[in-house]
């Protein structure tokens, strides 16, 4: 089973398709989330992920805007579908039923 | 000088994550310090999980601390004994007694030279072998028990040294005088 930050993770890399990379991503799930993603999370899940074979990674074409460093391009694989659909479906059977408002004062939730 | 900085700390990751997380940083264009926070982040987390194996451990505690600590006695051993016999012939102008001849003095120190050339180079290889990323955690723990254990062994070879010269002018002063 995927953690919550391994999903993100493969939900924007799934979103970017083609474009998917370390700064592309980051930005994807600091959208997302609206809390702060740092590099070391980033890179660190990336890599348990890609041990995993749930993305495969390459090293892009250099850019200018990047001071002509490369890419870490990424693209989830058949399996990384696989393992965040059963996450999805999970969250989502988890979730049936559930209505998410704040309790009052004093009251259950 | 920012990018400057960046980059020597980004020596600390495999070269290709270096200029991937570097191009990150540009793209981004976040300011200095959370770009040092991110790439220190990254660091930290690059060399934790390589203490999750056993042979950093083993080249830390077995090398670095083990090995390293006979290695300076022996180091100890070579620099005391050349100290003394350099510091007996500036003052005195003889070989210091140690019970053997010159001959088998040089014979000595030398073989000692030898042996702390091959211990050095193996212990050298083993450690860096071991450790492979981590190497830089393992050789600092390394030259810094070589260096105390050095420092230690030397400060203890150098006050015997002066106990022995001491006595030995007693006793050239006893026999010349006295007579």
């Known amino acids: 089973m995927l953690g919550e930050f391994e999903y993100l993770l493969l939900s924007a890399a799934a979103r970017l398709g083609d474009e998917a990379y370390g700064a592309a991503i980051r930005q994807e799930i600091e959208t997302a989330t609206g809390s702060r993603c740092s590099i070391g999370a980033l890179y660190t899940t990336l890599d348990r992920l890609e041990a995993k074979g749930f993305v495969s990674t390459r090293m892009g074409d250099p850019t200018p805007q990047r001071g002509g460093r490369p890419k870490r391009m990424v693209r989830v694989t058949a399996k990384g579908v696989e393992e965040a659909t059963a996450f999805y479906n999970a969250v989502t059977t988890a979730s049936r039923g559930v209505v998410w408002a704040v309790p009052p004062a004093g009251g259950r939730v | ?179």
């Open chain 2, 1 to 179: 000088m920012n990018s400057w900085l960046l980059g020597v700390l980004a020596r600390a990751l495999e070269p290709s994550d270096r200029h991937a997380v570097l191009g990150d940083i540009a793209e981004s264009g976040e300011g200095i310090f959370p770009a040092l926070r991110d790439l220190l982040g990254l660091i930290i987390r690059r060399q934790a999980a390589l203490w999750t194996t056993w042979q950093p451990w083993l080249a830390l505690l077995g090398i670095g601390i083990v090995a390293g600590a006979s290695l300076s006695r022996i180091a100890g051993g070579f620099t005391g004994g050349i100290f003394q016999q350099w510091r007996t012939y500036e003052k005195y102008g003889v070989h210091y007694a140690t019970g053997v001849t010159p001959r088998q003095d040089f014979a000595f120190l030398a073989c000692l030279a030898a042996g702390l050339i091959v211990w050095s180079w193996t212990s050298g290889f083993v450690l860096q072998s071991l450790s492979g990323r981590a190497a830089w955690v393992t050789w600092l723990v390394f030259c810094l028990a070589l260096w105390t254990c050095v420092c230690f062994s030397s400060q203890r070879s150098a006050e015997h040294f002066w106990e022995r010269a001491a006595a030995c002018r007693r006793f050239a002063t006893h026999t010349f005088w006295s007579t």
